[in-house]
């Protein structure tokens, strides 16, 4: 009887050695999956005005499609094809200045644009609302003719066809994956005022003027910047009201 006794204290002992070590490991599981909570509602860093970071990325035309922005229903503007060319555009074929820059200013939101000291272009721009558009030192990487972008949720919920004139920056920082751009905009009319996801948002006539004029240039629908090519510098400064 002692021995069985004896066994019996000694596996219950074995147990209670054990409920420690069980315990901490499920401490650990759960620290850790806060973590990971954590990372993905607060450390990833959001898309702008997209909800994939690769969506708006590509060139894309649908003129049968309808735009939703604030609960309304819009038309988004047909995209002529026609004028868009499938002919790739020759490196060295247009002439590329390195002295053209665009300046945001989200303070007054204003955008000008100058090639050196010459005076090119002045607009109203709409900034980031519902996210803060970045601040820095960009460069063009690539130009599209046409996107799509959508995001948001319920009443915030956005889906726009058509987006014209698109000119995507990035920096060291800020990657290019992120999706920042200057745009044409057709879904308000409130420019001077923060309206976007972060982009940086233009009347559709100047959005032409000013993707017609910036580097890398481009005839067909969507480019990219290739070795050797400059795209035009952006500086975005202030702080949008």
Not at 29 to 36: E, K, Q, S
Not at 102 to 116: F, N
Request: charged residues 20%; contains cysteine; proline residues 6%.
């Amino acid at each position: 009887m002692a021995k069985k006794s004896s066994k019996g204290r000694s596996a219950s002992g074995r147990k209670v050695r054990k409920f420690p070590f069980l315990f901490f490991g499920f401490f650990i599981a759960v620290i850790g999956l806060g973590f990971f909570i954590l990372k993905k509602s607060f450390l990833e860093l959001p898309c702008a005005n997209t909800l994939s970071c690769e969506e708006s990325l590509n060139f894309s035309v649908n003129n049968e499609e309808q735009a939703v922005f604030s609960g309304q229903t819009l038309t988004p503007p047909k995209i002529d094809l026609s004028l868009i060319s499938d002919e790739p555009t020759v490196l060295g074929s247009q002439a590329v200045s390195s002295n053209k820059r665009i300046e945001v200013d989200l303070t007054t939101q204003t955008l000008k644009a100058y090639d050196g000291d010459k005076f090119f272009m002045e607009s109203r721009i709409s900034s980031g609302k519902m996210f803060p558009t970045p601040t820095g030192e960009f460069t063009i990487w690539r130009k599209i003719r046409a996107t799509k972008m959508s995001g948001g949720s319920g009443a915030g919920y956005y889906y726009l066809p058509n987006v014209p004139y698109v000119m995507f920056f990035s920096n060291s920082e800020v990657a290019a994956g992120r999706g920042f751009s200057l745009h044409g905009t057709y879904w308000h009319n409130n420019f001077g005022h923060p309206m976007s996801h972060g982009c940086v948002n233009m009347k559709i006539i100047d959005a032409k003027k000013l993707y017609e004029w910036a580097d890398p240039p481009t005839t067909a629908d969507q480019k990219q910047s290739l070795p050797g090519e400059t795209g035009t510098k952006i500086i975005i400064y202030g702080k949008a009201p």
